[in-house]
């Protein structure tokens, strides 16, 4: 029986490309990626800018003068330093409150955990400025204050006008305001640490505080140190609050010299400067923590 099968195909002629001296034909040309509207966005917003600055120059109603003149004046300056104290003992006291807060609510008692949790949500539900006045105002609920036997005899008694005046009244709001925000934040850092190092460090014998203080917030604050510094800024910015209570703080004093002399905008931009000036240098605080706390990660 014969066996048939289709003729041979012949291979096609392989094409002769041109190619020019030296082109072994890997060398590719490669076309940047054109974007024109990219450009635009860029030249529309260079002299946007540019007309904001030269308007800042060149505008009278800034009145720069009138600025320069009371930017160092000594009562702003006496302001600024009123701002800073206030600041200070605000994030001392709320994150030294925050963090006994956050290990309540991260304690195996469901005591602890529901009265942090309470602080947490009444602190944070009611306006920063209501709790102001009312601390301002304590002395309307209780006259004196006593230190003696719960619900019995009290042995020193002080007068609240005196002990609570405009001043503490503002530390004592800022900082319970400032420790409800202060909770989380570290309870939210203490959470991020892997649970696998606390299990090791028990089974070396390593006791729970060392645990804790060598271990754990180390490594939590790598992610406590972004917010934490959010929430100082804020709090730096919202100390001007308390101008309701009368404190010279650097927006109230900038109130009354601009109420005296009706340089309403360049005071303002006397405020303006010094807090843009303050956030700057916490920001650059901020940078090196956190750069210190960075050691040994892998990023």
């Not at 503002?170 to 649970?195: K, M, N, S, T």
């Amino acid at each position: 029986m014969a066996i048939t099968s289709d003729p041979p195909v012949e291979p096609p002629a392989e094409k002769t490309v041109h190619r020019p001296p030296g082109d072994d034909g890997t060398a590719l040309t490669v076309v940047p990626v054109r974007h024109p509207w990219r450009w635009v966005a860029v030249a529309a917003t260079a002299v946007v800018l540019v007309q904001f600055g030269h308007g800042l120059v060149t505008n009278p109603g800034w009145e720069w003068d009138v600025f320069a003149r009371y930017f160092t004046a000594d009562a702003i300056l006496r302001a600024v330093w009123v701002t800073l104290q206030l600041t200070l003992h605000g994030t001392v006291l709320g994150f030294a409150l925050g963090v006994v807060l956050a290990f309540m609510r991260l304690s195996a008692s469901p005591f602890l955990r529901t009265v942090a949790f309470g602080y947490i949500w009444a602190f944070r539900s009611i306006p920063l400025i209501v709790q102001l006045l009312f601390w301002f105002n304590l002395a309307y609920l209780y006259e004196e204050l006593s230190l003696g036997i719960p619900f019995g005899p009290g042995f020193v008694s002080f007068d609240t006008v005196g002990l609570v005046g405009a001043m503490s009244a503002a530390v004592l709001g800022l900082a319970l305001h400032q420790a409800a925000y202060a909770a989380e934040i570290v309870r939210g850092g203490v959470l991020a640490v892997d649970a696998g190092q606390l299990e090791a460090a028990a089974a070396l014998g390593i006791p729970r505080l060392r645990q804790l203080r060598r271990i754990v917030l180390p490594q939590a604050m790598r992610s406590i140190l972004p917010n934490a510094a959010n929430e100082i800024v804020s709090l730096f910015k919202g100390t001007s609050i308390v101008s309701v209570m009368a404190i010279g703080e650097l927006f109230y004093q900038v109130q009354v010299v601009y109420g005296r002399t009706g340089r309403v905008v360049p005071l303002l931009m006397v405020a303006t400067v010094w807090y843009v000036l303050l956030t700057t240098a916490l920001s650059v605080v901020q940078h090196y923590v956190e750069r210190h706390y960075a050691k040994g990660s892998t990023r």
